[in-house]
């Protein structure tokens, strides 16, 4: 029946019916939140999708941090970031890195348009179903809000030191951690699942 | 209270679709259907253990090397806090020893209790414990902030005879705790806690039934 849910957290049944803008849904059990409906989500995810990935190549072209010390001075970028592990022997934790803050946001970025043209189009396309099961699993290994934290943390420790300037790569940075966030926000898996289930249906 | 399971429905891991039980394949995305997470308790057991070994040297070894003119200082993840707190930055201090000393250890007692509840079937409290699941979920990738600090330090600082940080052996070791405790996460299924209530209440309207009869 329409509107059947288990809740994934503790199994029990219920019947959520058809949401309305800006309606929630929660299991009254084991509280764990369930599903947001929202009319416009699509145009949202579009929005902060496309400005993220905007972000992303300009936080990616410029000057990430700077920092001087006894007359010298060195400059690094966001890339230099995974880099730099690699020219010090730990390879893996390069590959993590640059996974987490670059590599995983933008493919779950490019992932979402994919699934968000078509869906407010309301057009099925058969490459639906891979993409939202790749773009959902992969949310929770996005890191850049972590990133963010590191970076302040890394500022303060650095500057006992010596003198950091903060260049245009890290602003570019934080505008992309704020729109990616705001992207991922916008897109609810159980109103995303349904509403390929009915472009399926009425393609049929 | 009904659960998708008493009426023989299993929920599709990604999509939420509820489908009869049987069903090999979920009818909406065509993943393999399971009633409960696979062999959830001995997965998230196992990587548990894996988990706390590899605390071990996360904690025992140098996360970060720093050379300044000719002299080298190791640091521990604990050093770095005490570091911190010795250079006047309490706040970061609390930020580093909250995402790198209580998150990963909390996190990792957090989930060996759960498993070792739901083994011996306990009732108690599972609200609570719902909770507690969800916030372990919810905070895993937040521990990665020190191996994320080491990397942009070792980026940033290289300046050759001077002042120059490198990683150390600790660095990959951390975040290999921090990743296979989300894993163990992943692989724990919170139904699990419910479905002892469950077969409890039922046991106990058997009970009821047999003592009318």
Known sequence: MRGDIACPGCDLLLNIGTLQHGESASCPRCGNFLTKHREDAYDRVLAFASAALVFLIVANSYSFLSFSASGMENTMTLKQTPVALWSHGLPTVAVLVAAFIIVIPSIILVLMLALCIPLRQGRYQPWLVPVAKIAFLAQNWAMVEVFIIGVIVSLVKIAAMATVEIGESFWAYVAFTICFTAAVASLDCYQCWERIEALRGSKK | ?213
């Open chain 2, 1 to 213: 209270m009904t659960t998708a399971a008493s009426k023989g429905l299993s929920t599709c891991h990604f999509c939420f679709k509820l489908a009869p039980a049987d069903v090999h394949r979920c009818p909406r995305c065509h993943a393999v259907m399971h009633l409960r997470k696979n062999d959830s308790m001995q997965r998230t057991l196992a990587l548990l253990i894996t988990a706390a070994l590899l605390y071990i040297p996360a904690n025992l070894y140098p996360i970060m090397y720093t050379d300044q003119l000719g002299t080298t200082e190791a640091s521990t993840i604990v050093g770095g806090v005490i570091l911190l707190i010795n250079l006047g930055s309490a706040p970061v201090a609390l930020v580093i020893f909250v995402f790198s000393v209580m998150v990963p250890s909390g996190k990792l007692l957090a989930l060996f209790y759960l498993v070792w509840t739901v083994e011996r079937h306990s009732t108690l409290n599972p609200r609570q414990r719902s909770v507690m699941y969800r916030m372990t979920e919810f905070i895993g990738k937040w521990s990665m902030v020190d191996v994320f600090v080491v990397s942009i330090l070792v980026a940033l600082i290289h300046l050759t005879g001077i002042l120059v940080i490198r990683p150390g052996i600790a660095a990959i070791c951390f975040a290999g705790v921090v990743i296979i405790t989300m894993i163990a996460a992943e692989s724990f299924d919170s139904r699990l806690i419910w479905d002892n209530m469950d077969d409890e209440m039922n046991h106990e309207s058997e009970e009821l039934e047999s003592d009318a009869g």
